[in-house]
């Protein structure tokens, strides 16, 4: 993609407009099925389906770039059951969904350590990545073993390698270094944190959270947050 280096568009009055780069914390899938006395693994597999219609609605949109949290370097502390139910239903998105990305031109990227996964989901996303990879619509970036602290510590000795560390030296080594900056970060289910998600790409990034656990979470609610995007005016610490 070309033109990454700019900043959203810029409306009058400095608000700013049309997003280019959307990040979701996808929380709530959990609380979403006791709510509903299931399983937390239809909590889950209902979560799934979401990020499909998600991925689908946001490719409408005109954004360049959808990043998903998908699996922390933290949810491996979660009960083994959980884990397999987690790392099925990753088998199962890559699956049904790669001829879906490959025909719509939208690009699949790994960010964080995936090699650290089962040998066959290493295999089937580097296959995805390969088939993706020269697709210029948009690109979603999905999270798998992924921990912002971790990625700056790897970016700062990459960075240091090289010799000086600068702010520019490390996010050129960052997982996300080939995608536009990020403009909008969601977050659902009520929590108000990062939970160690693109710590270094939020610094400017607007904030947008709402009470809908993820499973419930629909297009028209990731179009209110773009609304509301839209009326934020972004200063970058001026005035």
Known sequence: MLGFAKKAEKAGGGQTT?????????????????????????????????????VRHAATTGLEALSLYAFSSENWKRPEDEVNDLMGLLRGFIKSDIDEFAANDVRLKIIGNYRALA??????????????????????????N????????????????????SAEA????????DMPPLDLLIR?????????????QAAYAELWFTDTLWPDFTP?????????FGTRERRYGGR
């Open 146 to 165: 992924y921990g912002a602290q971790d990625e700056l510590v790897r970016a700062a000795q990459a960075a240091a390698g090289e010799g000086a560390i």
């Open 170 to 177: 490390i996010e050129r080594h960052l997982d996300t270094a």
């Open 188 to 200: 659902t289910s009520g929590e108000q944190r990062l939970s160690n998600f693109m710590l270094w």
């Open 18 to 54: 049309n997003p280019r780069h959307v990040a979701i914390i996808m929380d709530g899938n959990g609380r979403w099925a006791k709510k509903r006395h299931l399983p937390r693994a239809l909590g889950h597999k209902k979560g799934v389906e979401v990020v499909r219609e998600i």
């Open 220 to 228: 028209a609610e990731f179009d209110s947050a773009l609304a509301e």
């Open 119 to 144: 040998p066959d989901i290493v295999d089937m996303i580097d296959d995805a990545l390969a088939r993706t990879a020269h697709n210029r619509r948009t690109t979603l970036a999905v999270a798998l």
